[in-house]
Nanobody
C-alpha cells in the first residue's frame, strides 16, 4: 500500500520560506522517483520539480530553480520541498506524487505520476 501525506503548508508572507514534507505512510517501502506539483486557484496543476530514487538527481521547472529545492530522506520515507523567497504567485495547493518510471524516463507530465498525496495549502501574502 502506498499513501503519501503532505504537511508543512500554511500562511506566510512574501520573502519568507517554507518547507513541505511528503511522507509515505503506507506499508510499501518501494522507493519511487518523486515529483512535486502545485495548483493555484483557478489554474491547472503545474509541475514544480522531481527527484530521483536515490536523491542524487533533481530537476525543476525553469522559473523555480534557485528558489525551490527538493530533497529526500529514504530512511524516513520522506521527500521535502524547501521554498525560499516566496511570492504571492506561489500560493496554491502543493502535491507530491510518485511515478514508477525510473529517473531517466520520468517526465514533467502529471499523467506519468500514479500515486498522489492529498495536497497541502500554501498561501503567501504580499
Amino acid at each position: 500500500q502506498v499513501q503519501f501525506v503532505e504537511s508543512g503548508g500554511g500562511l506566510t508572507q512574501a520573502g519568507e520560506s517554507l518547507t513541505l514534507s511528503c511522507a509515505n505512510s503506507g506499508s510499501s517501502r518501494t522507493t519511487y522517483t518523486m515529483g512535486w506539483f502545485r495548483q493555484a486557484p483557478g489554474k491547472e496543476r503545474e509541475f514544480v520539480g522531481r527527484i530521483s530514487q536515490s536523491g542524487g538527481s533533481t530537476y525543476y521547472e525553469d522559473s523555480l530553480e534557485g528558489r525551490f529545492t527538493i530533497s529526500r530522506d529514504n530512511a524516513k520515507n520522506t521527500v521535502y520541498l524547501q521554498m525560499n523567497s516566496l511570492k504571492p504567485e506561489d500560493t496554491g495547493v502543493y502535491f507530491c506524487a510518485a511515478t514508477v518510471r525510473k529517473w531517466l524516463d520520468a517526465s514533467t507530465n502529471e499523467n506519468d505520476y500514479i500515486y498522489w498525496g492529498q495536497g497541502t495549502q500554501v498561501t503567501v501574502s504580499s
